[in-house]
C-alpha cells in the first residue's frame, strides 16, 4: 500500500512534501548554530511518527524532552503562522522513551565490549597500528578460548592474560608487545574516567526495543539524552558508529519499503567523522550505502555540508539547508559546497539565498517517485506539533516509568565472564603453584630428614662399635691387670717364709 506524502515545509502556497518510500534514502539537515535546525529535525521526527515509523535521536542540548506533550499556541507562534500563511498544527503528544548512557535521565544503554567490537574500540581508545593488532589478538584469543568479552574489567583481564602469555601465544597470533598493552590499559582507564564503565556491561540494549509502536500506532521516538554524553565525543561518536553497525548486521534485508522501518537522526554530526580512522570510515561508508535496504533512515544534522565525507555526503538525497555565515575563507567553501550539491533551480540564486535566510527558512530538496532530487526551493519549515519547552524532572521521570520497557535496563548484571574465569585460573594456578612448592619443599625435607636420621643411625652404629671396641679393651685391660696382679702376688709369697713353707711342702708332698 503507497503511504501518502508528508509536508515538512511550505514554499509560498505550495507545501514541500517528502515521499516516505524515498525517506530511507538518508538526508541531511544543515545551517549555522541558531538558524532553526532543531525545528527541522523535530518536524521530521514527529511527522515519521505519525507514520508509525519509530525514530531514534540524540538530544544534545536538552531542549527535545518537550515532544512528550502536546504544543501550545504562543504570540511568537501565531505571529509566525499569520506571516507566511500557516496553518496552526494540531497540537499532541508523542510517545516518547528516554535513554541515557549513564542512566540518569533515562532507561540505560549499554553493550558489550564482544558487540563493539576491536574495529570501533581502537577508534574510540585512538590507538595506533600496533595496539589495534595487540587488541585485535585480545579478542581473538577470548574466542578462541570461549571467554565472554562483557565489560572494561574483562577486556583489562584478557590483555593483562595475553601479555603474561605472550611468549606461548606469539607462535599462533603473533607478537604482543607489553608496551602496547600498557598502553591500551591506561586508555582503558581513560574511558572509565569518561564514563564507560556504564556503557560496557549487561543487559546489553536489544536494539529492536527501537523498533516500537504505540497504542495508537504512532512510532516511538526514542530520545538519547547526550548534554553529559557531549562532554565525552569519542564515545558519543563511537556510541552511534556502534548502532549503526549493530543495526545493519541484525536487520534482515526487506529491499524497497512503503515506508522506513527506522530512522535515526544524528545532531552534531561532524562529530562522528572528526578523525575517523581509514578502516572506520570505511566501514561507515558501507553501512551508511547498503542500510536503505534493510529499511533504515538515516538523517545527519551538523552545521556546514562540509563536515561530512563526500563519500557519504553523496548518499544523501533528502536535504534541508539552513542558513550559513559566510565569515571566513572556510565558510564561503561550505556556501560553495553547499549551493553546487543542489539539483539546481533557474528562479533561485542557491548562494546568495543560503546567506541571506532567516531562522526558520530553509532551502529544501527532495527526492520524487523515481528518485531523483527534486530543484530546490527556499521555504519555511512547519511548525512542531509538540511542546518546545523541556520536560520537568518530574514529567521526565512519569514518562519513563511508563515506558514499555520500564524495569529492563535498569539492574546492572555481573555474570561470569572472562575477568572471573581469567581470574580463577590465576588463582587455582598460583594455589597449584603454591602446593607443588609446599610439595617439594615436603620432599626436601623428608628427604633431609632421611638423611639426618641415616647419618645418625651411622654416627650410633659407630658409637656402639668404638663403646664395644672400648669395653672390649677395658675387658682385656682388666684381665691382664687381674694377671698381673696375681703375678706380682705370687711372686711376693714366694719370697716371703710362709712362701718358703708352703713350697717345701708343696715340694715335699711331691717328692713323697
Known amino acids: 500500500m503507497t503511504v501518502a506524502p508528508f509536508p515538512i515545509a511550505k514554499a509560498g502556497d505550495r507545501l514541500i512534501q517528502m515521499l516516505p518510500r524515498m525517506a530511507n534514502r538518508h538526508g541531511l539537515i544543515a545551517g549555522a548554530t541558531g538558524t532553526g535546525k532543531t525545528v527541522s529535525l523535530r518536524v521530521l521526527a514527529e511527522q515519521f511518527s505519525q507514520l508509525g515509523v519509530p525514530v531514534f535521536m540524540a538530544d544534545v542540548k536538552g531542549?527535545?524532552?518537550?515532544m512528550a506533550k502536546p504544543g501550545v499556541m504562543s504570540d511568537k507562534l501565531a505571529q509566525r503562522l499569520q506571516d507566511h500563511g500557516m496553518t496552526a498544527p494540531a497540537f499532541q503528544a508523542y510517545p516518547v522513551v528516554f535513554w541515557d548512557v549513564f542512566g540518569e535521565q533515562g532507561?540505560?544503554?549499554r553493550t558489550t565490549m564482544s558487540e563493539m567490537g576491536p574495529l570501533i574500540l581502537s577508534q574510540l581508545m585512538e590507538l595506533n597500528d600496533t595496539q589495534s593488532g595487540v587488541l585485535t589478538v585480545a579478542f581473538r584469543v577470548a574466542d578462541d578460548e570461549g571467554l565472554l568479552l562483557l565489560d572494561l574489567k574483562d577486556l583489562r583481564a584478557m590483555l593483562q592474560y595475553i601479555a603474561d602469555n605472550a611468549g606461548s601465544l606469539q607462535t599462533q597470533y603473533g607478537n604482543v608487545s607489553a608496551a602496547s598493552v600498557g598502553s591500551i590499559q591506561r586508555k582503558l582507564l581513560a574511558l572509565e574516567e569518561q564514563g564507560a564503565d556504564k556503557f560496557f556491561g549487561e543487559p546489553a540494549l536489544n536494539l529492536m526495543d527501537f523498533i516500537q509502536t504505540?497504542?495508537?500506532n504512532l512510532?516511538?521516538?526514542n530520545i538519547l539524552a547526550a548534554d553529559k554524553l557531549m562532554q565525552s565525543p569519542k564515545l558519543y561518536a563511537c556510541f552511534l558508529l556502534w548502532m549503526l553497525s549493530e543495526l545493519f548486521?541484525?536487520?534482515p534485508e526487506v529491499g524497497d519499503m512503503d515506508k522506513p522501518k527506522l530512522v535515526f537522526l544524528f545532531d552534531e554530526a561532524h562529530l562522528l567523522f572528526d578523525d575517523l580512522a581509514k578502516p572506520v570510515q570505511d566501514k561507515l561508508e558501507q553501512v551508511v550505502r547498503l542500510i536503505r535496504s534493510k529499511g533504515v533512515g538515516i538523517y545527519f544534522i551538523s552545521q556546514s555540508p562540509l563536515d561530512i565525507p563526500d563519500s557519504i555526503l553523496g548518499q544523501l538525497g533528502n536535504r534541508i539547508q539552513h542558513a550559513l555565515r559566510a565569515f571566513t575563507p572556510r565558510d564561503q567553501k561550505a556556501v560553495n559546497t553547499a549551493a553546487t550539491t543542489f539539483r539546481p533551480n533557474p528562479g533561485l540564486d542557491v548562494a546568495a539565498a543560503i546567506t541571506e535566510m532567516g531562522v526558520g527558512e530553509a532551502l529544501v530538496s527532495v527526492l520524487d517517485e523515481q528518485g531523483v532530487p527534486t530543484p530546490v526551493e527556499r521555504c519555511w519549515i512547519l511548525p512542531p506539533a509538540s511542546n518546545f519547552s523541556p520536560l520537568s524532572p518530574v514529567e521526565r521521570a512519569a514518562v519513563r516509568s511508563a515506558s514499555v520497557v520500564a524495569g529492563v535496563y535498569e539492574n546492572?548484571?555481573?555474570?561470569?565472564?572472562?575477568?572471573?574465569h581469567l581470574t580463577q585460573r590465576a588463582t587455582q594456578a598460583q594455589q597449584d603453584a603454591v602446593n607443588a612448592a609446599n610439595q617439594a619443599a615436603q620432599q626436601k625435607a623428608d628427604a633431609a630428614e632421611a638423611k639426618a636420621q641415616e647419618k645418625l643411625a651411622a654416627q650410633q652404629q659407630r658409637e656402639a662399635q668404638r663403646e664395644a671396641e672400648r669395653q672390649a679393651r677395658e675387658r682385656s685391660k682388666a684381665t691382664q691387670d687381674i694377671l698381673g696382679a696375681f703375678a706380682k702376688s705370687a711372686a711376693r709369697s714366694l719370697g716371703s717364709s710362709t712362701g718358703r713353707t708352703?713350697?717345701?711342702g708343696i715340694l715335699g708332698s711331691i717328692l713323697k
Not at 531542549?63 to 518537550?66: A, E
Not at 546492572?412 to 572471573?420: F, G, K, L, Q
Open 63 to 66: 531542549d527535545l524532552s518537550g
Open 107 to 109: 532507561h540505560p544503554v
Open 214 to 216: 504505540d497504542a495508537h
Open 219 to 221: 512510532g516511538n521516538i
Open 249 to 251: 548486521e541484525t536487520l
Open 412 to 420: 546492572a548484571i555481573d555474570r561470569d565472564s572472562a575477568y572471573e
Open 502 to 504: 708352703l713350697l717345701r
